[in-house]
């Protein structure tokens, strides 16, 4: 019981010690008594021995005195002792003898004097002897069974033969020794048949084991004594053992239950941390939705100089600042060990090239050349998290554009090693800028650890981007370094280990097999790199570094009857340009030259737009891949034959141009329960002139793909009746059933940990974090439209639209203050009936609408109101609410008066 006892506060301890106590104490005394049990066997044992031992003493000095009394023919005694005269030697003539004193002796044969010496013992002892033989000749030495089956084991060899019996006065030792026939014995007995060595019969002896069964129960009774005393002081010894592992255990627990009460308060911190990130994703995100998009939308419109310096300078800002939320968001993430990795079947291509298209304008503004290579030896599927892998790139690419001025920022992509199914990947960022100092290079990988103090009020930045690289690298199994000189330019080198994946792209088709190919490129590693891939592509390639080199070239070429099947020329070349050189080459040496034109990102619409004036419309925007290149050269150099062959470039491995991406018609459906979110994404379609149709809750869009056909779902997650998740469910179960994959994209303004596996869990085939970025929001839906069904008929816009297409949207923001206004009675009577019902679901969602749609008109009181009112709702805590309705009226009404002031609107 002192066991169950347990200080003031404490939990008692665990009954199974009380089971282990009474284990122990059980073995202990189980050993003890089996010790005791083989002491007391044991000491029988050899009492039993110690009686035969004496038997056997017995038996040997009887047969001494028997050999004596043979040998020297026996003993006369004076009858005047009273002896008896033997009545078995009454025939032998000298039995009696007469002295010459007078005398009368009788002679006592050994048989008889053992007869007399055993009738002289003390009776009390027990004690007897006999004999006995199978050819008695003394009656009285019948055998009995015992001694019969004992002559016959003695007959058989046996030396003696011994057995306890049970008889009434207790239990005793029979002891049987042979008797066998010597020269002494034959005096008498050779007469009746007896022979030397033979058998004649056996000496009996009779122990009582009682005096040895006494001495064995007093030994006993001691040993027993001794094991009772050992047993009472294992006892203790155990007792004292469990009471000191049950204070030890009291300490265990109590530090365990200190554990897990931190444990609990650091799971309680944590998951706070990743609320506050949540809602600090959502209330920054989505602001941040309408900042750039908007100023993207507007950038597009007719602007003035200063207007269009003004809105850069916005976009800039916001871009910078979502970028310092990302690097924060995801330092934070690794901080709280929140950090996830997929393992996921990925197109290294694609994830290569979707990140130098993202960096592509900010390095062509600052006039550096960006390149990429990927080593022909990689297979292109891989198994692993692509989104962390862009994330290290482009942490690496964005930090070599920011502190290279000139020159060039290059990633190489090489096989470090290869084995069956796996392979480790070098991926190079090199560039020359100012390079790393050898005492900054140690805490470069350091949070908040920038190169030089003056370099960040220079350039910018957290120091974080290395230090998340870093932890990103090493948590997929992989490792990061870097090799720089000051002033020369530096490196950085990740090696990261994939798996491969069985889907292989297809070979790429033998279009550019013989054909002979001119590259002109004043940028000396830009122009090999791309020679070395025309020629991994079959093509012969030269290239040269100016136009008027390249005309001089051609021409030379024509005179030798070797012309060039086609030219690839950089648009932004010093003296003469690729625009220029093309025109040229067009009008005074080959009008039918193919020709590709490489173009910068840096205002992309104006080069179109001229190289549409002059005739040309073949041309790629730099960084370009490979099967970028493959296509464009093979739509220009063999257009027909390529497009009979090849109808639907995507089942070849090509990539479709953006001009077939736009003018197939697609119809997306879009399921937004925000209506200023539903105009952005209106405005994004309208200039893509895809069909989008707006439904606002997920049974709606459930209805809608039941009953239309669309090629895209944009779905987001957080709606009214039937989420985004559950909508998509449906939807999956919906195309199940009628054979068709149609994809599907979340979209929603929380972006931590576990959001994009629920999303992609739930049936989604991709998940974009809000504010949406144009750029990225393109690039995913028109990757999915190339995947999906076969391309519908249509109008669409041609490459020359492309270049020139601008939608007005002066409007827009006006159209979005309009509709406020138009809601604004009906939210007033949203938010009233909520508080009145005490609906709890209705708030919430009410509150939501009501800080998004504010937060786009920068109404900080109304949003923060707004976003109390939510989590109160959320959390259950409408007592805690007070004067947060009569507050947030207020703001509304005077955001709504603030609204019909700035856009002259009637209220």
Request: hydrophobic content about 40%.
């Given at each position: 019981?002192?066991?169950?006892?347990?200080?003031?506060g404490?939990?008692s301890l665990p009954r199974y010690?009380?089971k282990?106590?009474?284990?122990?104490?059980?073995?202990?005394t189980?050993?003890?008594?089996?010790?005791?049990?083989?002491t007391?066997?044991?000491?029988?044992k050899n009492?039993?021995?110690l009686?035969l031992v004496?038997?056997?003493?017995?038996?040997?000095?009887?047969v001494?005195?028997?050999?004596w009394?043979?040998?020297?023919g026996?003993?006369?005694?004076?009858?005047a002792?009273?002896?008896?005269?033997n009545p078995?030697?009454?025939?032998?003539?000298?039995?009696?003898?007469?002295?010459?004193t007078g005398?009368?002796?009788?002679?006592?044969?050994?048989?008889?004097?053992?007869?007399?010496?055993?009738?002289?013992?003390?009776p009390?002892?027990g004690?007897?002897?006999?004999?006995?033989s199978?050819?008695?000749?003394?009656?009285?030495?019948?055998?009995d069974?015992w001694?019969?089956a004992?002559?016959?084991?003695?007959?058989?060899?046996?030396?003696?033969v011994?057995?306890?019996?049970?008889r009434?006065?207790?239990?005793?030792?029979?002891l049987?020794?042979?008797?066998?026939?010597?020269?002494?014995c034959?005096?008498?007995h050779e007469k009746?048949?007896f022979v030397?060595?033979?058998?004649c019969?056996?000496?009996t002896?009779v122990?009582?084991?009682k005096p040895?069964?006494?001495?064995?129960?007093?030994?006993i009774?001691?040993?027993?004594?001794?094991?009772v005393?050992?047993?009472?002081?294992?006892l203790?010894?155990?007792g004292?053992?469990?009471c000191?592992?049950?204070?030890?255990?009291?300490?265990r627990?109590?530090?365990q239950?200190?554990l897990?009460?931190?444990?609990?308060?650091?799971?309680a911190a944590?998951?706070?941390?990743g609320?506050?990130?949540?809602?600090?994703?959502?209330e920054v995100r989505?602001?941040?939705?309408?900042?750039?998009?908007?100023?993207?939308?507007?950038?597009?419109?007719n602007?003035?100089?200063?207007q269009k310096?003004?809105l850069e300078t916005?976009?800039?800002?916001a871009e910078?600042?979502?970028g310092?939320?990302?690097d924060?968001?995801?330092?934070?993430?690794?901080e709280?060990?929140?950090?996830?990795?997929?393992?996921?079947?990925?197109?290294?291509?694609e994830?290569?090239?979707?990140v130098?298209?993202?960096l592509?304008v900010t390095?062509?503004?600052?006039?550096?050349?960006f390149?990429?290579?990927?080593?022909?030896?990689?297979p292109d599927g891989?198994l692993?998290?692509?989104?962390?892998?862009?994330?290290?790139l482009?942490?690496?690419?964005?930090n070599?554009?920011?502190f290279t001025?000139?020159?060039?920022?290059?990633l190489?992509?090489?096989?470090?090693?290869?084995?069956?199914?796996?392979?480790?990947?070098?991926f190079?960022v090199?560039?020359?800028?100012?390079?790393?100092?050898?005492?900054?290079?140690?805490r470069?990988f350091?949070?908040?650890?920038?190169a030089d103090?003056?370099t960040?009020?220079?350039?910018?930045?957290t120091?974080?981007g290395?230090?998340?690289?870093?932890?990103?690298?090493?948590?997929?199994?992989?490792?990061?370094s870097?090799?720089?000189?000051?002033?020369?330019?530096?490196?950085f080198?990740?090696?990261?280990?994939?798996?491969?994946?069985p889907a292989?792209?297809?070979?790429?088709?033998?279009?550019?097999?013989?054909?002979?190919?001119?590259?002109?490129?004043?940028?000396?590693?830009?122009?090999?790199?791309?020679?070395?891939e025309?020629?991994r592509l079959?093509?012969e390639?030269?290239?040269?570094a100016?136009?008027d080199?390249a005309?001089?070239?051609?021409?030379?070429?024509?005179?030798?009857?070797?012309p060039?099947?086609?030219?690839i020329l950089?648009?932004?070349?010093?003296?003469?340009?690729?625009?220029t050189?093309?025109?040229?080459i067009?009008?005074?040496l080959?009008?039918?030259?193919?020709?590709?034109?490489?173009?910068?990102t840096v205002?992309?619409?104006l080069?179109?737009?001229?190289c549409q004036e002059?005739?040309?419309?073949d041309?790629?925007?730099?960084?370009?891949?490979p099967?970028q290149?493959?296509?464009?050269?093979?739509?220009?150099?063999?257009?027909?034959a390529?497009?009979?062959?090849?109808?639907?470039?995507?089942d070849?491995?090509?990539?479709p141009t953006l001009?077939?991406?736009?003018?197939?018609?697609?119809?997306?459906?879009l399921?937004?329960?925000?209506?200023?979110n539903?105009?952005?994404?209106?405005a994004?379609?309208r200039?893509?002139?895809?069909k989008?149709?707006l439904v606002?809750?997920g049974q709606?869009?459930?209805d809608?793909?039941?009953?239309g056909?669309?090629?895209?779902v944009?779905?987001?997650?957080?709606?009214p009746?039937?989420?985004g998740?559950q909508?998509?469910?449906t939807i999956?179960?919906?195309?199940r059933?009628?054979g068709?994959?149609?994809?599907?994209?979340g979209?929603?303004?929380?972006a931590?940990a576990g959001?994009?596996?629920?999303c992609?869990?739930?049936?989604?085939?991709?998940?974009?974090?809000?504010?949406?970025?144009p750029?990225?929001?393109?690039?995913?839906?028109?990757?999915?439209l190339?995947?999906s069904?076969?391309?519908?008929?249509?109008?669409?816009?041609?490459?020359?639209?492309f270049?020139?297409q601008?939608?007005d949207?002066g409007?827009?923001?006006?159209?979005?203050?309009?509709?406020f206004?138009?809601?604004?009675?009906?939210t007033?009577?949203n938010l009233g009936r909520?508080?009145?019902?005490?609906?709890?679901?209705?708030?919430?969602?009410?509150?939501?609408?009501i800080?998004?749609?504010?937060?786009?008109?920068?109404?900080?009181?109304a949003m923060?109101?707004a976003?109390?009112?939510?989590?109160?709702?959320?959390e259950?805590?409408?007592?805690?609410?007070g004067?947060?309705?009569?507050?947030l009226?207020?703001?509304?009404r005077?955001?709504?008066?603030?609204?019909?002031?700035r856009?002259?609107?009637?209220?």
């Open positions: 019981m002192f066991l169950e006892q347990s200080l003031p404490e939990r010690l009380i282990y106590l009474l284990l122990f104490v059980g073995i202990w189980l050993l003890i008594t089996a010790s005791l049990a083989w007391a066997h044991a000491t029988s009492l039993e021995q009686a004496q038997a056997r003493t017995l038996s040997a000095k009887d001494l005195y028997r050999r009394g043979s040998n020297y026996g003993i006369y005694v004076n009858l002792t009273g002896i008896e005269p078995l030697l009454s025939d032998f003539p000298d039995r009696d003898i007469r002295t010459e005398e009368t002796l009788t002679l006592v044969n050994p048989e008889y004097m053992s007869q007399m010496v055993y009738a002289m013992e003390d009390s002892l004690i007897k002897t006999g004999m006995t199978s050819r008695p000749l003394n009656p009285k030495n019948q055998p069974d001694e019969s004992a002559l016959g084991l003695l007959q058989q060899g046996e030396p003696d011994s057995t306890i019996e049970e009434s006065e207790g239990r005793v030792l029979r049987m020794t042979p008797l066998k026939g010597e020269a002494g034959l005096q008498c009746h048949g030397p060595g033979d058998l019969g056996g000496l002896v122990v009582p084991m040895y069964e006494e001495q064995a129960r007093s030994e009774f001691s040993q027993g004594f001794n094991h005393l050992i047993w009472l002081f294992g203790l010894a155990i004292l053992g469990f000191q592992y049950a204070a030890s255990e009291r300490t627990q109590r530090m239950n200190d897990i009460a931190a444990s609990r308060a650091a799971e944590n998951r706070a941390k609320e506050f990130l949540a809602n600090m994703s959502h989505t602001p941040m939705n309408a900042i750039i998009g908007m100023t993207d939308l507007a950038l597009d419109g602007l003035s100089p200063h310096d003004c916005v976009k800039f800002s910078s600042l979502l310092l939320l990302n924060i968001l995801d330092f934070s993430k690794i709280a060990g929140m950090l996830e990795f997929e393992n996921v079947p990925f197109s290294l291509g994830s290569v090239e979707t130098m298209r993202s592509a390095a062509h503004k600052k006039g550096i050349e390149l990429f290579v990927v080593s022909p030896t990689i891989l692993g998290d692509p989104l962390r892998l862009r994330q290290i482009l942490n690496l690419l964005s070599a554009i920011k001025e000139k020159g060039e920022v290059v190489r992509v090489e096989m470090a090693e290869s084995t069956d199914g796996d392979c480790r990947l070098r190079a090199s560039d020359t800028g100012i390079g790393i100092s050898e005492s900054a290079q140690e470069l350091q949070n908040f650890s920038q103090v003056s960040s009020r220079k350039y910018g930045g120091g974080l290395l230090a998340i690289s870093k932890a990103l690298a090493e948590g997929m199994g992989g490792t990061i870097l090799r720089s000189t000051p002033g020369q330019g530096s490196t080198t990740v090696e990261l280990p994939f798996a491969v994946s292989q792209a297809p070979m790429p088709p033998k279009v550019l097999f013989g054909k002979k190919l001119l590259v002109v490129d004043d940028h000396p590693l830009s122009a090999a790199l791309l020679v070395e025309l020629r079959g093509a390639s030269l290239s040269c100016a136009g080199e005309i001089q070239r051609i021409h030379e070429a024509r005179h030798r009857q070797a060039f099947d086609g030219v950089d648009g932004t070349m010093p003296g003469m340009d690729g625009l050189t093309a025109t040229i067009r009008e005074h080959d009008a039918q030259m193919p020709i590709l034109l490489l173009l910068t205002d992309p619409g080069q179109i737009a001229r002059a005739g040309l419309r041309y790629l925007l730099k960084p370009v891949a099967r290149i493959l296509l464009a050269l093979a739509s220009c150099l063999t257009r027909q390529w497009d009979e062959a090849h109808s639907d470039p995507v070849d491995g090509g990539q001009s077939q991406v736009q003018g197939n018609g697609y119809h997306l459906l399921a937004e329960d925000n209506a200023f539903q105009k952005l994404a209106l994004l379609a200039n893509k002139n895809w989008l149709t606002s809750d709606a869009a459930i809608a793909v039941a009953q056909d669309f090629d895209l944009l779905m987001d997650v957080q709606m009746e039937v989420d998740l909508a998509t469910r999956r179960q919906l195309n059933e009628r068709r994959d149609i994809p599907v994209i979209m929603t303004a929380h931590m959001d994009r596996e629920r992609l869990a739930a049936g989604m085939d991709e998940y974009l974090a809000k504010p949406i970025r750029e990225l929001f393109y690039e995913v839906v028109e990757r999915f190339r995947q069904a076969d391309p519908r008929e249509g109008g669409g816009t041609s490459r020359s639209d270049g020139a601008i939608a949207k409007n827009l923001l006006a159209d979005m203050a309009l509709e206004l138009r809601d604004f009675p009906e007033l009577e909520g508080r009145n019902q005490g609906d709890r679901r209705e708030l919430e969602m009410v509150a939501h609408n800080k998004s749609v504010v937060g786009f008109f920068q109404a900080e009181e923060e109101l976003r109390q009112l939510e989590t109160c709702a959320r259950d805590r409408l007592a805690e609410v004067t947060l309705f009569e507050d009226d207020a703001a509304l005077r955001l709504r008066q603030e609204l019909i002031d856009y002259r609107l009637a209220g």
